[in-house]
């Protein structure tokens, strides 16, 4: 089965930056999407970020130009720079895998942006 865990979490200042990075286990087909989601208290779950199998990228109105999704070289993992923190952006953050006819979430890792 395939699995997914989230790393990278953690409390910062506005303004501070993070990595947050993703790792798979299991075998999937190598035409997929990597995506992040985040969801913050009381809110629905948002896309924030994805990369596509030839390396694509979308992002959110609201994280373009603070965020940048990546792929390892192994293409196990995927990773999630946050280069510019603001409060809005405290949620937890969820790695997600789409493929054909099956999609795989990891449990979360949480971000809390204050001062």
């Known amino acids: 089965q395939v699995q997914l865990v989230e790393s990278g979490g953690g409390v910062v200042q506005p303004g501070g930056s993070l990595r947050l990075s993703c790792a798979r286990s299991?075998?999937?087909?190598?035409?997929?999407?990597w995506g992040w989601y985040r969801q913050a208290p009381g809110k629905q779950r948002e896309l924030v970020a994805n990369i596509a199998t030839f390396g694509s990228t979308n992002y959110a109105d609201s994280v373009n130009g603070r965020f940048t999704i990546s792929r390892a070289n192994a293409k196990n993992s995927v990773g999630l720079q946050i280069i510019i923190l603001i409060p809005d952006d405290t949620a937890v953050y969820y790695c997600?895998?789409?493929?054909?006819?099956?999609?795989?979430w990891g449990q979360g890792t949480q971000v809390t942006v204050s001062s």
């Open positions: 299991g075998s999937i087909s190598r035409f997929n999407t």
């Open positions: 997600h895998i789409v493929v054909v006819g099956r999609t795989y």
